[in-house]
């Protein structure tokens, strides 16, 4: 069977880190990466063997390649024009103008979560929604945040029949390599109560009641939720039984952080530098095994989120639910994941 | 009428604040505060004028401030002879050790957070429970956190009768003068879940129903709890009554953190620098007016709290409680807290 | 004798600083400070008596101050028209502009650091050049940096005839109140080599050679200068009697890191904060004395820097030059320092 | 030809980076990898295939493995009974004990810079004294430091035959994965001066005089160093030259700061991540193209190290000179480089 052609519109941070969670797989491929003008990424992009494009259609931009070592195979248009989806992997706000843009060549898309859900009306995450987005002709992969939130919330609920959340999002000022943003020695309430984050995870399962309350402070390397969830009467669960269905959960990792020395957010990344993705990247959501506690219907546990990584995975997903290349959600994953971990060779 | 006579023992971090803040009352004297040995600490007493005695009764330990240029008037038994009161701002756990020699001297006696309730088995907050250590032999100032909450709390339970609290509290890692802890990059969760912290809130106000979950991040300047409270059905209250409140709560700070550019607890601390009081201290608790919001029945709210001063207000009125010089509360947080603003010329 | 009548241009960081200073001095007195709209600084000048112009003379901008509970004495123009000195604390890059209206006003000036010393043709350090400021027009006070150089540098260079000098500067990359900057977890090298910092200093004391390298690290407490000075053959010194030189010198204070438990800065700032100036400054360059240590002409130290305070005394002892108060520059600056103990009752 | 046979004694974060960068030779292989008990770290070793042993002989211990998933083949002399050299990666001080054990079983052996040279009397670096260290029996591979500035000066000394250098080294105060350690909000000055760091390089190259002053800050990731290094007279050099030598020495890269954006240690850190080895691991020192600048003999720069990987291809080059299996230190680097990129398919 074909491999469905995938354009990555942006071969940023998360393009490029999509583009090699796609690459890994076999039923799908890279038939190009947009970059704005010859720069770092072009040369990773060329040592890859991805085809490079410009990200504008505009001729100027596009020839400010010929005086550079890269190749430029043309503008956006020349990409979509070879592709059946593209993943927009583009700085944010720029979701409106680019939309109209793929939907004119006919191709398929899905944007990242610094997109409304307005923009697209649909919104994906593999645990929640995959049938929903079977077939669709635009989505939007939800934020890493609301990734997280999905991965733990979704099985409680679908074990519950309801579930009310309040989550404090303790997040990273800064990721690793922007050197600008502070503070340095402060912490950030956002002043907007609730917080936007908790919400929109009920753009993917509306059914899980949620508000959240959010702080930055001054570190780099994850997210932690702080997470207050409200089980229905009668729920015949105990911690113990929760930590089980966690531990049977795609992308999701529980441990013990008193037992093998992982009691922050340092460890957990150390953890993940030795798992031996690149860039150190940790697909999954940690949950700390001792910091989870039931106590009558009220159920309190702490999470991490590698702000940069967690929705790699589910943008290969959302391919498959797309391009109708995989019914099951499971198995996608299963598929997702192990080709990922040959790709790196783990 | 005779001044009540203060002793300090353990003139340290907390020592030299609560000092500084009997010695500008005028119903209150220091009679005279102790180290382990001659250090800087020492000089500053010195300056301030207060007799110095040794932490220890151990003949060695008292003659090793011969050699400096610090007098020291005696050990700890010759200054609780000439004590009415001692505050305990020695390092934790040393608790019941000092409880009997104070008890054995015939002294009344006030320890800190550090300590658990179960030594003195009676907390002080002074708009929680001021009348109920009226007169006590010996109480304990409950901590920073504790503190916090019990400002802004209780005055709410106070007018709706009921009050279900979770707490998120977002912990600075180290205090400013502090070199050696961690983490620097990383965000730590409290793995014991629920933390004490919450709970200990009902050490003085047993009505409130409370538990608190904590994280430790790398700052060192104030600690920011995010905040959830379920007031009753028909608490006929709105976001802005409650901020009207606390606008008229006493040690509680009410602003606009987006209009007065205060939006983290760095400007919190700035802010706090032009008031003017030593050390840069923030008695009060800080609110943003912006970050407060009641929905139903559920108010979400952030407050700043200065680890490092904001229970020494309390142990001056703690004082007037076991010693019986005011029997309102009101009253004697309004003589203490402006007494201090003379004595630091604010 | 009538004061000198000083007016601040600018009342934010660093003038709400020497507005104190001057204030606290018997031969000087503030007329007016000047702030852009109504805002918090506007009430310390108020608590402090301090009348209020606007920085500006636009009609508009005077009259935004009407609705607020600040009384506007008016524009920049009333405020110099009663002034002998103007001591211009605004943000950079307005002192070309500034430095005509003093002019016209036939006033005299003082600017700080943050403006080039080509604006004035003359730059400011007490220990240096107060002579060669007396009487002037207009002046600039140099920065924190240079300032702190000068002050270990100059007694040095008095002793010994000549001096070559290589600074490294560990910069705190954002003040305690400016949570915007980072980085929050890196190094940042001045790529400029040599940085600025260094060679200011021969814009008061030519006879110096001096270069330096500059990088900022994620701290907001303090700088901290890692120096190499090439004393002449046969300079006589040894490490003892270089710390006794530095124990003698104004503004210079010499401690041992290890034996008082001092070893950062973060210690150097609990110190300031003990010493009970307003905001917790340190007008003082702080050496560690153990990490003082001559080897054949070379000597090696560490000087720690109050980047937000270090220079305010120095505006003072140059107004005194400006206005021919005091030819000494030693003279004024125990006047000067003696006065601000006694301000703030240390 | 018979591979090597190499042992690690500590499989933690040096151990397991060498292991590694061993197995990717074809002249060398790990005949077993060593640690106290079962734990994370076993699991990579499970997965590598690499054969695990006890650190210790003593049964107990041994014996600790027993009731976990990982299979231990025996001690410390039962891995040394199979192995021509073994590299001891483990933690400081136990180096004295080691080496007896090493020699008792007739095993050559290198060390880490955390040792002291006075154990091996010898040290290498591949740039600086291959031939050297040519069948000895016991070596030292110098600190990350040590070596990062040996890349720089050798090179530089070997050309002018003179190099008088101090270095201030702005070191990281914590590894990532260590969150025990501050300071957070502080620069804390090494107050041995000078410090130890720069005369390490004197080990493996007498010729350069060097000293070296030192300064902790809160950063994880990198240290940097300000070098200033005094050429002799007649050197020929220009700023423009030095870089092409450095461009065309292996293991430095030169890169323009400015240009490239990459103006931290956090955007070097970035690009570490986009190469691609594990754990993001860069090999290289990192010189800012722009922060070099030589005026008369007097030569500035800036360079970056990463402190947990730097020294691992060193240690695969000194077993070749060990172990006499490539005299030319060039041909080993470029052996060792080009094996590790195939690898991790970079």
Redesign the interface.
Known sequence: MARVKVAINGYGTIG?RVADAIDAQNDMEIVGVTKTGPS??CE?AA?KGFDLYCTSDDKDMISSFEDSRFVCKGGLKDLLSKSDVVIDCSPGKMGATNLKKYQEAGVKSIFQGGEKHSLTGLSYTSCANHLENFGAETTRVVSCNTTGLSRTLVPLYDLCGSLKV?C?M?R???D??????????????V?K??SHHGPDVMTVKPEIEI?S?A?A??????H?H?I?ADLPENHGLTTEKILDIWKGTPRVIVMN??G?RI?????V???A??I?R???DLHEIFV?E????L?GN?L???Q?IHQESDVIPENVDCVRALMKLEQSWTESVTKTDQAISRYY??
């Open positions: 490029k770092f990424g990773m040592k309040e404090t303790i990273r000022a800064a690793p390599g922007d050197s600008n943003k502070g503070p340095i020695n402060a912490i950030k309430p002043l109560v609730p508000n309350l702080v402070v001054p570190t780099t390397i994850m932690v702080a207050i952080g008193q093998n009691t922050t957010t340092a460890e990344m150390e953890m530098r030795d031996g690149k860039w150190g700390w001792d910091g989870v506690r106590i009220r309190y546990y702490f991490a060779n783990i």
